[in-house]
Each structure stands twice: as C-alpha cells, then as structure tokens.
C-alpha cells in the first residue's frame, strides 16, 4: 500500500524542526512521499492546527502533534 505523509507546521517552530528531520528521515528511508503545510498559509489550517503543531498525518489521517514517535510513525507506514 503506497503511504503520503503531512506534516502541518509554521516557520520558527523548533519542534516543527524536529519533526521535520524525523519525518524526512523515515519517509527517505522507506519511500514514502512527504510534504510539508504551513498553517499560516491557510486560515482553516490556522485554526484548526494552531495549538497543536507539529500535526503529522498519515495517509490524511491524523496521526501525532507536538512531537513525532519515530516508531510508532514507522508502524505505521510499515502497514
């Protein structure tokens, strides 16, 4: 099954950064595609993720915020 990954954050987020490198890291390693959304680009992605970033989504589902467990991120990727 073919795996995309979302990551929401905004710039100066040190844990964005953080999840950044994780996220780019797994998806690298097993080749999963990955993008990255600035919530202050959008005013619906403002609101609905602005206390929570980073949010990662797996496959469109919302799967982590505020940090990234890198094995739970790849047990998930790993279905």
């Given at each position: 099954?073919?795996?995309?990954?979302?990551?929401?954050?905004?710039?100066?987020c040190?844990?964005?950064?953080?999840a950044?490198?994780?996220i780019a890291r797994?998806a690298?390693?097993l080749?999963v595609?990955?993008?990255?959304r600035?919530?202050?680009?959008?005013?619906?992605?403002?609101?609905k993720?602005?206390?929570?970033i980073p949010?990662t989504?797996?496959d469109?589902?919302?799967h982590?915020?505020?940090?990234?467990?890198?094995a739970?991120?790849?047990?998930a990727?790993?279905?």
């Amino acid at each position: 099954m073919a795996h995309q990954i979302t990551l929401y954050g905004k710039p100066g987020c040190h844990l964005c950064d953080d999840a950044r490198a994780i996220i780019a890291r797994v998806a690298t390693e097993l080749g999963v595609p990955w993008e990255e959304r600035d919530i202050t680009a959008d005013p619906a992605d403002l609101e609905k993720y602005g206390d929570m970033i980073p949010v990662t989504l797996v496959d469109g589902v919302q799967h982590d915020y505020w940090r990234v467990d890198e094995a739970r991120l790849r047990a998930a990727l790993a279905n």
